[in-house]
């Protein structure tokens, strides 16, 4: 007897065989049992998923003289006849029948009555293949067939098939398989057979089959013939995928920003005869591992990897920064696109290697943000330590001379110099103690300043020394207004407190001075009700003591006020014209 694949072996029988697609049998089933069969059915769905396998079995359930939970029974004439091969079921190959000829030959055909059977069967396989003028030959037949006959229309793309056809078709999607179903099915058949295997060999070839009932059993076929015994090692060698250890310890050196030790390891292995594509599609699968193993609770589970390659794994992911993990995977997609239109693969490649273990010729947020994460993680850790550290006073005073001379500089052990740990205070103030002048004016006058003072011999400031900020009840009675009393509050607020909620609300306050109350006034009932919260009123009055204010309020701006503010304003903008209040 000829060999027959492993994949033509195994096919279903019955609906029960089936592995997944409940709710595609389920369907048919129904209208076996209620005796609702269609006209006409479309089966969608990716490769090796069962669209032509249900197909027969529905062909001969349709026709089964006593079926059996929706099955055929396999007993009775007519499923012997039908399994024996009959006129009653007839296949159609559509990428090699495309033309107008053949489905006007079906067309003909279709009007004979069945043989054996109650109906005829007509399985048109890969239909999105047929030519418009195939299909328009079609159509009408479609639309009104026979009532002996039904047809099975299967492809794996439905969007190339007219809408027309479409409209006529009860349409059913096969779904891909998931792994767990997968592995159970190939270790019933390998019980079946008689072979041993191991349980990661298994999960392997389940993953490579990509959920792909075929794919997976025709990658099994070939494991076995390469070793009596399922292996791991065996299985990963037929599939053509590099060492594990040497994919670990590659994606190990690029998750480090490693790039010698990249580019090294990764000519070791394309040295040896591995593809580069191949390569690449190793590298995104381990930084996949990498990136589950960094994530889920129940990864080993998942990964389903030897004990040994899953603790190599944990030991990454650990080292590992996530958000690096995830910049390498999205550089190595678009790679794998690109492999296949460059002409120099191994460079492209290459390329996207070093830009990955490199973030710092990257200019892209996900290269700062990597940068970032490293620099955090030695602070952490406290192994980062700048190797040369300039201080304020090592830095000489620049002469017009003299712009260009070598700065001397110094670490901070033999300085004694400490790096600030405060929040740095900025020399642009948030509200400004005088009306602000153009920027243009401003810069002139600081250019101007600083040309005099080193023509003086000054030395050049390091810093601007902040302006004293103390303002008191006394201050506003000597002629300091309370809009620069709250300008000070302001600039001291965002330094001190961390609460962007709180300066956010203060911001559009008016500030009045009320005897020897600073009093804010708001036009929002919510801003008020948040600002007289404790914890609000609590960090207010710390700030405002530093200024030296010890008593303020904040209250609700009244309708008058409000108009008698735009009154004003309006008063200051036309004061040459007369105003009349009514």
Avoid: W
Wanted: charged share 25%; with cysteine; glycine share 4%.
């Amino acid at each position: 007897m000829a060999h027959l694949s492993l994949y033509r072996k195994f096919r279903p029988n019955t609906f029960d065989d089936l592995v997944r697609q409940e709710h595609v049998s389920t369907v048919l089933k129904n209208q076996i049992g209620t005796g609702t069969v269609g006209h006409a059915y479309l089966f969608c769905g990716p490769r090796g998923t069962g669209k032509t396998s249900v197909a027969r079995i529905f062909a001969r359930a349709v026709n089964c003289e006593s079926p059996k939970n929706g099955s055929p029974c396999g007993v009775c004439p007519t499923c012997k006849a039908l399994a024996e091969g009959s006129l009653d079921v007839t296949e159609i190959d559509a990428a090699s029948n495309n033309g107008v000829a053949e489905m006007r030959d079906l067309r003909e055909k279709v009007q004979y009555p069945p043989v054996t059977g109650k109906y005829k069967v007509y399985i048109v396989d890969e239909v999105h293949m047929l030519t418009d003028s195939a299909f328009n030959a079609l159509l009408k037949t479609l639309e009104e067939p026979p009532a002996h006959a039904i047809f099975i229309l299967a492809t794996t793309e439905p969007h190339k098939i007219p809408a027309t056809i479409l409209s006529r078709c009860m349409r059913l999607d096969f779904k891909l398989l998931p792994e767990e179903d997968l592995e159970n099915h190939l270790k019933r058949i390998l019980k079946e057979i008689g072979r041993e295997y191991e349980e990661e060999a298994v999960s392997a070839i389940a993953r490579a089959g990509a959920g792909s009932d075929r794919d997976m059993l025709s990658i099994a076929e070939m494991c076995l013939a390469y070793q009596e015994k399922l292996t791991y090692e065996g299985v990963t060698s037929v599939l053509g995928a590099a060492d594990f250890n040497e994919t670990a310890s590659l994606c190990e050196a690029l998750l480090a920003f490693d790039m010698s030790a990249t580019i090294e390891r990764t000519e070791t292995i394309l040295s040896a005869g591995k593809s580069v594509g191949v390569l690449c599609k190793d590298i995104l699968a381990t930084l996949n591992r990498i990136a589950v193993a960094k994530t889920c609770r129940t990864a080993e589970k998942l990964l389903s990897l030897p004990k040994a390659q899953f603790t190599r794994i944990s030991e990454i992911a650990q080292k590992a920064d996530g958000r690096a993990v995830l910049r390498a995977t999205e550089i190595l997609a678009r790679t794998e696109t690109d492999l296949r239109l460059v002409s120099s693969p191994r460079i492209c490649l290459e390329t996207a290697l070093m830009k990955i273990a490199v973030p710092a010729a990257d200019e892209s947020v996900d290269a700062l943000v990597a940068r970032l994460n490293a620099l955090e993680k030695r602070l952490a850790e406290g192994n980062f330590a700048p190797a040369q550290a300039a201080a304020p006073s090592a830095i000489p005073a620049q002469t017009p001379d003299a712009v260009t001379a070598p700065v001397s500089t110094a670490t901070a052990e033999e300085t004694d110099y400490e790096f600030p740990t405060e929040e740095p205070v900025f020399e642009e103030a948030f509200f400004p103690d005088e009306p602000v002048r153009p920027a243009r004016e401003r810069a002139a006058e600081k250019t101007e300043k600083t040309k005099t003072e080193r023509a003086e011999g000054a030395p050049a400031p390091y810093a601007e020394s902040p302006k004293p900020l103390p303002a008191t009840p006394a201050e506003a009675a000597n002629g300091v207004s309370a809009e620069i009393v709250y300008g000070k509050f302001m600039r001291l607020l965002r330094r001190m407190s961390k609460n962007g909620v709180l300066f956010t609300m203060c911001t559009d306050l008016d500030a009045k001075y009320e005897e020897n109350t600073l009093v804010l006034y708001t036009e929002s009932e919510t801003v008020l009700r948040s600002l007289s919260k404790e914890e609000h009123v609590a960090i207010m009055k710390e700030v405002f003591s530093q200024l030296g204010v010890t008593s303020f309020c904040v209250k609700l701006k009244s309708a008058q006020q409000k108009s008698g503010g735009a009154l004003e304003q309006f008063r200051k903008d036309f004061g040459d014209y007369p105003i009349e209040i009514k």
